[in-house]
């Protein structure tokens, strides 16, 4: 069964930095045939798109990432990593990971790790 498995997630202060992992288990072909990406969901709010990292090589942040967030993909590791800088109050969110494979279509998620940015 394939896993998305996150970690890194912490409170941190205003400013600070933190750095997500997302490891792929079980399954070396879907990490190799996916879209992976980056969402979050803030309490309230609708889950929302961070980065993703396409198979074509293509970034796509969202504004409020762009330019404090860094996406990345170790393919020898089967894993996606987020490093976020000079983070904000509103960045406060649960953060998942996804994979997205891009023949069929078909979307994993793992269960997310908690961001909390305090002031």
């Known amino acids: 069964q394939v896993q998305l498995v996150e970690s890194g997630g912490a409170v941190v202060q205003a400013g600070g930095s933190l750095r997500l992992s997302c490891v792929i288990t079980n399954s070396v072909r879907v990490f190799r045939s996916s879209d992976m990406g980056w969402y979050r969901q803030a309490p309230g709010k609708m889950r929302e798109l961070v980065v993703n990292a396409t198979l074509a090589g293509e970034l796509n942040y969202s504004d409020s990432a762009k330019g404090r967030f860094t996406i990345s993909r170790d393919n020898a590791k089967n894993m996606v990593v987020l490093e976020m800088n000079n983070l904000k109050p509103e960045d406060t969110a649960v953060y998942y990971c996804?994979?997205?494979?891009?023949?069929?279509?078909?979307?994993?998620w793992g269960h997310g790790t908690q961001v909390t940015v305090s002031s």
């Open positions: 996804n994979a997205q494979q891009v023949v069929s279509g078909n979307n994993c």
